[in-house]
């Protein structure tokens, strides 16, 4: 099965099902990943990917852009989703996150834009900390996050949907425009069109479009091609590249395992809110353990 043929279902649901319960470690019969203290360990396996070691972590992290480090956050107290995350992306990095249902990825995005308490653990742009820190504070930073779901305002126009974008610095709305339409320039042909009677796809444009107003310097992407058809799926994924390469930082989390991984320079698996394995997109594709755990049919029908 080719990667085409995997996204016929048209949406995450196709890769939802590759990645499902009876695919994943939570299976009694599927050996965990085991987290290694010592990257000597992790550097002795024959496999391309690289066991996630806090060790190695902070060794590869340094100085970059975007650093998470042993964070634990949830939605109720006493229960946390993320159990001691670490996560990092450079500058210019695409970044993808892919892992079963539940493992934690949007509450990971979410937790970075401080819509998820953090209980322990820190987040630091440019080496700066901004664990906990609101949204509002986050955005004017250059952080921008695109969730998942009613990620446009549906009953304004594309044109007031970007303004939305950029409003604490109106006099900067033409030159944000023009780069946003450069990018997407169908937005510009329907800027007078209300948002709620698009395309999924070319909502998910403006919904991206907003968040690049601000000039972000990393953008979080909560599973861009959830829900659009499979031509629509390559477009936001040729999108998503097309951003990165402006010089954007971006931070992709997506059920499209296969997909995420082929375009991003570097990948995490996340598993039960921890970074399970991290290395670079091609490599986690093509290995066997990754395959065999978190890509399932998806990865196995190679
Ligand atoms: N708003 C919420 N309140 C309570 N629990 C939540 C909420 N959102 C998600 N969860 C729980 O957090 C866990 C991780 O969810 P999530 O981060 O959405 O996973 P993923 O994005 O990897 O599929 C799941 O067990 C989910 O039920
Ligand atoms: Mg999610």
Redesign the pocket.
Known sequence: MSGEEVDEGGSAGGAERADGPTETPSDPDVPRPVFVADPEAAAASESAMEVCSRRGHVAAAGEALLRVDEVVA???PG?S?LNGTDLYADEGELVGII??????????L?AIFGL?GISSGLVRLRGEEITNHKAHQLVPRGVGFVP?TDNVFPSLTVLENLEMGVFLRPKRFRERFDFVAGLFPVLAERRSQRAGSLSGGERQMVAMGRALMMEPSVLLL??PSAGLSPSMQDEVFFNTKQINQTGVTVVM?E?NARRCLQICDRGYV?DQ?RSAYTGPGAGLIDDPKVVELYLGTLGRAR
């Open positions: 949830g939605y109720l229960v989703i892992g079963p249902n539940g493992a934690g990825k949007s509450t990971l979410k998820v998942q909560d599973e989390v059920q996340l809110g």
